[in-house]
């Protein structure tokens, strides 16, 4: 007999702090270190290193955005679980905050060079503040 496809997904979305999703959806499309990866039920199974961008999850005429910062995730075909460093929903964005710390990441990376500038740290942070804002910005339905 063939065996049946699933029809959702479980999502999990925790970081060392809190559980940020715990959802059944139909789709979701997360940040991978070598671009997005758009996940559907019946995904084969993977584990990927995230980059700081968007996680993305729709349940029928709903769609949810969070930044994420770093991470991994893995994807089984009725699951997906992420373990980030960070996570918030685009609703939990502090805006100014993201917006600050863009400005003083863009003002260290014009700096590179200065002995007391770390050219990775300054482009991590600045990468995200970036992901926080593009999150920030739309509007989940
Ligand atoms: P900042 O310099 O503003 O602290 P950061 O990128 O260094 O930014 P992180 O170390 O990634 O911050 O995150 C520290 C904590 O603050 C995490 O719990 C994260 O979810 C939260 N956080 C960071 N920036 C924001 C923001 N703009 N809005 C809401 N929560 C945020």
Same mark, same amino acid.
């Given at each position: ?14 970081? /060392? ?13 997360? /940040? ?8 559907? /039920? ?21 769609? =949810?955005?969070?930044? #994420? ?7 089984? /075909? ?12 685009? *609703? *939990? ?14 003002? =260290?990376?014009?700096? #590179? ?23 920030? =910005?739309?509007?989940?339905?």
């Amino acid at each position: 007999m063939a065996e049946l496809l699933p029809t959702s997904i479980q999502l999990e979305v925790v970081t /060392p702090d809190r559980q940020v999703v715990h959802e059944s959806v139909d789709a979701v499309t997360v /940040p991978g270190k070598r671009g997005y990866l758009g996940i559907l /039920p019946g995904h084969a199974p993977l584990l990927s290193e995230l980059a700081p961008g968007e996680i993305v999850y729709s349940s029928g005429a709903s769609k =949810r955005h969070l930044a #994420v910062s770093w991470g991994f995730a893995e994807v089984l /075909p009725d699951r997906v679980i992420v373990l980030a460093q960070t996570a918030e929903l685009a *609703e *939990e964005i502090d805006l100014k905050r993201a917006e600050a710390a863009l400005t003083r990441a863009e003002g =260290r990376l014009k700096k #590179v060079g200065d002995s007391s500038i770390d050219p990775q740290r300054a482009q991590e942070a600045y990468q995200r503040a970036l992901a926080r804002l593009q999150c920030a =910005r739309r509007k989940d339905v």
